[in-house]
């Protein structure tokens, strides 16, 4: 069936680190790619997104690409900041019925100043 | 008016208890959902409403069951409660369920936080 992989954490940078969250996934067909943010006590906030392959999704300084070829969606940015303080969800939606989320395990990031 | 919202906030329910959580949704959403996230996961699937009928349902039990209405609430019940569902259950909304819905992407209230005793 679907899934999603994503790296474990926490992840612990400084403030204006480069931060980079792996994300694999498997799927049948061609599925919407999203990242999520979920802030301490918050539900889920969408980050980004992409629909088909080599769509780069980007918003407020974080970035991914849909990578067909590698079934990955690997988030990025250039520069963290301690309000990126959050756990970060990679999820796909399946399009084979319902079409329900599959989200990841989520990856908390933790910058500190 | 817009976003989702979801009440109550919190919530402690004894085992064997019943619970009803509700979820507003934004005008036009015709497809909601609801995900229950256990801490320190990610949300797992419980069912998916599209203009009042079930059109989808992930691995829960029929004691997990739902409505929605035609003003875009909805509700998650769960019967029979268990220690198991103390969680987060987050309710989505989207205005498609088609291809076209799949891209927007759902969204999310802030959930209900409940505490099964």
């Known amino acids: 069936g679907n899934s999603v992989t994503q790296m474990e954490g926490p992840v612990t940078l400084s403030e204006e680190a480069f931060l980079t969250i792996n994300c694999t996934y498997t799927?049948?067909?061609?599925?919407?790619l999203f990242w999520y943010v979920q802030y301490p006590g918050e539900g889920l906030q969408l980050l980004l997104k992409?629909?088909?392959?080599?769509d780069k999704g980007s918003n407020k300084g974080f970035e991914a690409t849909y990578r067909k070829e590698t079934t990955s969606f690997h988030l990025e940015k250039g520069s963290v900041q301690v309000s990126d303080s959050a756990v970060y969800f990679c999820?796909?939606?399946?399009?084979?019925?319902?079409?329900?989320?599959?989200f990841g395990t989520g990856t908390r990031l933790k910058v500190l100043a | 008016e817009t976003g989702v919202t979801q009440s109550p906030t919190h919530l402690i329910k004894t085992r064997g208890q019943q619970v009803t959580l509700r979820c507003s949704s934004q005008?036009?959403?015709?497809?909601v959902s609801w995900y229950q996230q256990a801490l320190g996961q990610g949300p797992q699937f419980i069912f998916q409403?599209?203009?009042?009928?079930?059109?989808g349902r992930g691995n829960f039990p029929p004691r997990f069951s739902g409505l929605q209405f035609p003003n875009y609430s909805s509700e998650l019940n769960v019967n029979a409660l268990e220690l198991d569902d103390s969680a987060l259950y987050l309710c989505?909304?989207?205005?498609?369920?088609?291809?076209?819905?799949?891209?927007?992407?759902?969204?999310f209230g802030s959930g209900t936080r409940l505490t099964v005793v």
């Open positions: 999820a796909l939606i399946d399009t084979s019925g319902t079409y329900k989320y599959i």
């Open positions: 989505a909304s989207s205005p498609e369920t088609s291809i076209r819905g799949s891209s927007y992407g759902y969204t």
């Open positions: 799927a049948t067909g061609y599925p919407s």
């Open positions: 005008s036009g959403h015709n497809t």
């Open positions: 992409a629909t088909k392959a080599d």
């Open positions: 409403y599209y203009r009042e009928e079930e059109n």
